[in-house]
């Protein structure tokens, strides 16, 4: 990330946002041998917010999503989902509480259509029993597919349903992913560079449909290296660096944060 980018303005618009606890991090650390990848991160996220996460690379950021949604357990701290403690817990429990999320890397499957990818993301939702899908098929494959339908027409896919994922461009690719995770109907969606190789009016019109979907009322969290997208986006902040949580407010607060800048200007004129 270039340090000149924290000259961004901040958006004024966001207004407050909400107080009611959905997600919250205590202390919660992870350790790969010696090495210490995330440490003492604490925070809480509020339903109905859209927070961005930032910091250099390998601050400790997707380690961070893949702690909270299952994928690596902790090494120590507490999650809490609802003030329900997660910690630790699968990923398939996990989702089905209402947590879902994107990858950095792009995981879909290329020779399955569209419309197949997404029910992927709706199958896994209900994870019917075989002796209650067997009794119920006809309804449990129409919930399947209402669902899906759904989550293509949020993403604006809904003509590419019968096109095999393999012949979507990238940004479209980026939309099918989201379109899966939609699916499960979560109350969280965690995003992990959303914005990654896209042009600028590309970057320019998903910003503006994650911000419809907030509004709807899904709650965001979103790791991102374009901080004009995340400061005029995003409601609140937080900073990851060296693993730990080293400031969070809003974009105005966090781009005055003389901690911050010595970060991103220290962290590019070391490079």
């Not at 909400?18 to 003492?40: C, N």
């Not at 899906?148 to 809904?158: P, V």
């Not at 994922?165 to 109350?187: C, H, M, T, V, W």
Request: aromatic fraction near 6%; proline fraction near 4%; charged fraction near 20%.
């Amino acid at each position: 990330m270039n340090g000149q980018r924290l000259n961004v303005v901040a958006s004024a618009g966001h207004g407050q946002f909400p107080t009611e606890p959905l997600l919250s991090l205590e202390g919660v650390g992870r350790r790969f041998g010696g090495l210490v990848a995330v440490e003492d991160v604490s925070f809480t996220l509020a339903s109905g917010e859209l927070v961005g996460l930032i910091g250099p690379n390998g601050a400790g950021k997707t380690t961070l999503f893949n702690l909270i949604t299952g994928f690596t357990p902790p090494s120590s701290g507490e999650i809490r989902w609802r003030q329900k403690i997660i910690t630790g817990a699968a990923v398939h429990r996990i989702a089905r509480l209402g947590i879902t999320r994107t990858f950095q890397n792009l995981r879909v499957f290329p020779n399955l259509t569209v419309f197949d990818n997404v029910s992927v993301g709706a199958i896994g939702r209900y994870r019917y029993g075989l002796l209650d899908t067997l009794l119920h098929r006809a309804a449990r494959a129409k919930q399947v597919g209402e669902a899906t339908w759904r989550a293509l027409d949020q993403t604006g896919l809904l003509p590419y349903a019968n096109e095999l994922a393999a012949n979507l461009s990238y940004g479209k690719r980026k939309y099918l992913e989201i379109a899966r995770a939609l699916a499960f109907d979560p109350q969280l969606l965690i995003l992990d560079e959303p914005a990654a190789g896209l042009n600028d009016t590309e970057t320019g019109e998903l910003s503006a449909f994650l911000n419809r979907l907030n509004r709807q009322g899904l709650t965001l969290l979103l790791v991102e290296h374009d901080l004009n997208l995340v400061m005029n986006l995003c409601q609140r902040v937080l900073v990851l660096a060296s693993g730990r949580l080293l400031a969070q407010g809003t974009p105005a607060e966090i781009l005055a944060n003389p901690a911050v800048q010595d970060v991103y200007l220290g962290s590019e004129e070391a490079a």
